[in-house]
């Protein structure tokens, strides 16, 4: 409850740094903090989408992902979204395009993804998307300065060596190519976060986010069971939903979205360079999956990296 009463103050200051130096470091390491804990949930989502690749066709796996997250997040974000429905409609063209981007077609990408890559491909392409996000922070005038271009770089050269093994060389699946897309999406839509009208609250706008991509999924989720038909519903296949519906989907977005609204696109998208460690450890962990001398090496590169870009 702390955390969240600390989110609620810097949000409603709309001045991370209103309270002098102290408060600036302060809202600082809470941003970083919320971009770590997304991260590190949204590492576990990639191992449970590639789970869930054998038994639940994509676009149904995407429905219910989000279905389940509306439900999880209506308790705490109906009551205002109805206070600002107003505003919704009023900006309902900005929320349709954030809802297309980060709702929609990356979550949509990433499960089509998972038929085809591994769930350490999967974190490890999606870590390009912080170099999309910070050439979109450039290009809106953000300066990223010496110190963060360089940590940007360093880690993007660890993730280039972690892909391709070791040396600067690739052989996608066509699941890897449909991560690229997925990372480009995840970007275009944390560019657009930092547009967010500040009138909009962020639960609000979070709810109707979740709301409007379930209905543009509805379409592709008719033709995807008449064609595929169902799924069968197993206490796996349950648990995965609610894994990816519950935190990857409620919680990652809020704790995400408050990241950016802080600390920025850019830098937040620095902290999410360490996707591809989080996932490493995880595939350790829950698939015994070994990491070598030269894998090690490139998430030193990463952390390096991040260490480098998160710092003021």
């Known amino acids: 409850m702390a955390v969240m009463d600390r989110v609620r103050t810097v949000s ?4 991370p740094g209103s309270g002098g130096t102290r408060a600036k470091k ?58 600002q429905r107003a505003l919704i409609r009023k900006h309902f063209g900005y929320v349709a395009l954030a809802t297309l981007f980060g709702v929609t077609l990356y979550n949509t990408l990433v499960h089509q993804a998972g038929l085809t890559t591994s769930a350490s491909n999967m974190g490890m392409i999606m870590a390009a998307s912080p170099v999309v996000m910070a050439l979109y922070a450039r290009l809106g005038g953000e300066r990223l300065g010496a110190r963060r271009t360089f940590g940007l770089a360093l880690a993007a050269l660890g993730v280039l060596l972690l892909v391709g093994k070791g ?19 995840f970007a275009t839509y944390s560019a657009l976060l930092k547009r967010k009208p500040a009138e909009l609250g962020g639960l609000a706008f979070l709810i109707s986010t979740f709301v409007l991509g379930t209905l543009m999924l509805a379409p592709a989720y008719a033709v995807s069971v008449s064609v595929q038909g169902g799924f069968r519903v197993t206490p796996s296949t349950a648990g995965m939903l609610l894994y990816v519906g519950v935190f990857s989907s409620a919680v990652a977005f809020f704790a995400w979205n408050k990241a950016v609204a802080i600390i920025g696109a850019a830098r937040a998208g620095i902290v999410y360079y360490l996707q591809p460690v989080c996932v490493a ?32």
């Open 281 to 312: 450890a995880l595939g350790f962990l829950l698939l015994g999956e070994r990491t070598g001398p030269a894998q090690l090496l490139c998430m030193a590169l990463i952390l390096g990296g991040v260490g480098l870009g998160a710092r003021r």
């Open 26 to 83: 302060g809202a600082t390491g809470l941003g970083v903090l919320l971009a770590l804990l997304a991260t590190v949930v949204w590492s576990g989502s990639f191992v449970a989408t590639r789970g869930m690749a054998d038994s639940i066709p994509p676009v149904q796996a995407v429905f219910w992902r989000w279905t389940i997250a509306t439900v999880a997040v209506a308790p705490f974000a109906a009551r205002q979204a109805w206070q």
């Open 167 to 185: 040396s600067i060389r690739f052989d996608f699946a066509a699941g890897d190519l449909w991560m690229f897309g997925a990372a480009l999406s």
């Open 12 to 15: 409603q200051t709309g001045q």
